[in-house]
T-cell receptor
Framework: DAKTTQPPSMDCAEGRAANLPCNHS???????VYWYRQIHSQGPQYIIH???NNETNEMASLIITEDRKSSTLILPHATLRDTAVYYC???????????FGTGTSLTVIP | KAGVTQTPRYLIKTRGQQVTLSCSPI?????VSWYQQTPGQGLQFLFE???????NKGNFPGRFSGRQFSNSRSEMNVSTLELGDSALYLC????????????FGPGTRLTVT
């Protein structure tokens, strides 16, 4: 199963873009990249997912490199409510099983 | 649409006892997955049920089991509780169980004393 590597923590100024990197160098051709976040004491929340192309929704943008070995989640205008642990996940090709890893703890600073 | 609900929210048990946790998925969702979250191990996948069948299983001992009913509600059971089973147990549902996003419930906080 493909695994991911993320920096343990990051800070971002409120109102600025938060760019969260993720390495997934062993990703297979049919595996998707998912991003979730977990605000303290709550269940994880789905943000976005993609296969090859860049994706955007109302919450964030996902940029996947051409070789698919890494990706970046972009929160365009970070707010204090975006402070959370962000997980980059590669969906296994053996079923609906998600390996969450340790994630990046993002702190948005006023 | 109502979200994923889990009951109970908090539970305290004694070593050696067993416990049953319940999860009601979002209406129309047929896949339910269970996760264990601890400070030391993070979020770990337990198992997934789809249409009453266990489709995937993580690396947990046989003391951890689950089932899914015809209405897609799911239960997980932990027998012979150990101190290390103290954790937040999260349930997630998804519509196809395949490529779509999972929606998580608030979790059940289990404390084993």
């Amino acid at each position: 199963d493909a695994k991911t590597t993320q920096p343990p923590s990051m800070d971002c100024a409120e109102g600025r873009a938060a760019n969260l990197p993720c390495n997934h160098s062993t990703i297979s051709g049919n595996e998707y990249v998912y991003w979730y976040r977990q605000i303290h004491s709550q269940g994880p929340q789905y943000i976005i997912h993609g296969l090859k192309n860049n994706e955007t929704n109302e919450m964030a943008s996902l940029i996947i490199t051409e070789d698919r070995k890494s990706s970046t989640l972009i929160l365009p205008h970070a707010t204090l409510r975006d402070t959370a642990v962000y997980y980059c996940i590669v969906r296994t090709n053996t079923g609906n099983q998600f390996y969450f890893g340790t994630g990046t703890s993002l702190t948005v600073i006023p | 649409k109502a979200g994923v609900t889990q009951t109970p929210r908090y539970l305290i048990k004694t070593r050696g006892q067993q416990v049953t946790l319940s999860c009601s998925p979002i209406s129309g969702h047929r896949s339910v997955s269970w996760y264990q979250q601890t400070p030391g191990q993070g979020l770990q996948f337990l198992f997934e049920y789809f249409s009453e069948t266990q489709r995937n299983k993580g690396n947990f001992p046989g003391r951890f089991s689950g089932r899914q009913f015809s209405n897609s509600r799911s239960e997980m059971n932990v027998s012979t509780l150990e101190l290390g089973d103290s954790a937040l147990y999260l349930c997630a549902s998804s519509s196809t169980g395949g490529f779509y996003e999972q929606y998580f419930g608030p979790g059940t906080r289990l404390t084993v004393t």
